[in-house]
């Protein structure tokens, strides 16, 4: 069974700070694996969705890296802004057989000090 | 729609009550999933739709669990005899493509509380 852990559970930083989030799973056999971002009361909103077959994908301040032979994905996120506060959730598809769907980590909740 | 569209946004229900949860996914999206997020959990996933087809219902937690969508387009969960471990947010999500390889939009959830 594929399982998504997301490391730290928490983490909170001064504005202006570059950060990393970390995600691993289980089982390399995925076809893809997404980066949300849930902000509270809300829906998940896709940043960024890496092919397996890519190692990383960018959007304006956000960078994640993909090495699914170690089973690891890393969300980086430069020049931080108080607007980046949120819970970033990470997710597998996995190709391996069973349930469709993603698997998801629990998240990481982060927040950013003015 | 512009975006996944759910309702009703917040449902209450006794325990034991029947609760119906709509979702309407962006208008021509072929993929259709529901998801559970528990309290400081990721979702879990509950169902899968390829147009009305229901591909995959292995998530669904029991026979309590049952969702439609007879048109290709809305769909419906809905639970029977509600209890407490029910109380969550369903989420609802589409997707342009067949499977996978493709960004999931997500609805804001229906957040359902049993007493």
């Known amino acids: 069974k594929q399982e998504v852990t997301q490391i730290p559970a928490a983490l909170s930083v001064p504005e202006g700070e570059n950060l990393v989030l970390n995600c691993s799973f289980t089982d390399s056999a995925i076809y893809n694996l997404q980066w949300f971002r849930q902000d509270p009361g809300k829906g998940l909103t896709s940043l960024l969705l890496?092919?397996?077959?890519?190692r990383e994908q960018t959007s304006g301040r956000l960078n994640a890296s993909l090495d699914k032979s170690s089973g690891r994905s890393t969300l980086y996120i430069a020049a931080s802004q108080p607007g980046d506060s949120a819970t970033y959730l990470c997710a597998v598809e996995y190709s391996g057989g069973g349930a469709d769907g993603l698997t998801f980590g629990k998240g990481t909740h982060l927040i950013i000090q003015p | 729609g512009a975006g996944v569209s759910q309702s009703p946004r917040y449902k209450v229900a006794k325990r034991g009550q029947d609760v119906a949860l709509r979702c309407d996914p962006i208008s021509g999206h072929v993929s259709l999933f529901w998801y559970q997020q528990a309290l400081g959990q990721g979702p879990e996933f509950l169902t899968y739709f390829q147009n009305e087809a229901q591909l995959d219902k292995s998530g669904l937690p029991s026979d309590r669990f049952f969702a439609e969508r007879p048109e290709g387009s809305v769909s419906t969960l809905k639970i029977q005899r509600t209890q407490q471990e029910d109380s969550a947010v369903y989420l609802c999500?589409?997707?342009?493509?067949?499977?996978?390889?493709?960004?999931?939009?997500f609805g804001s959830g229906t957040q359902l509380s049993v007493l």
């Open positions: 999500a589409s997707s342009s493509r067949n499977r996978g390889n493709e960004k999931l939009f």
């Open positions: 890496i092919q397996s077959s890519q």
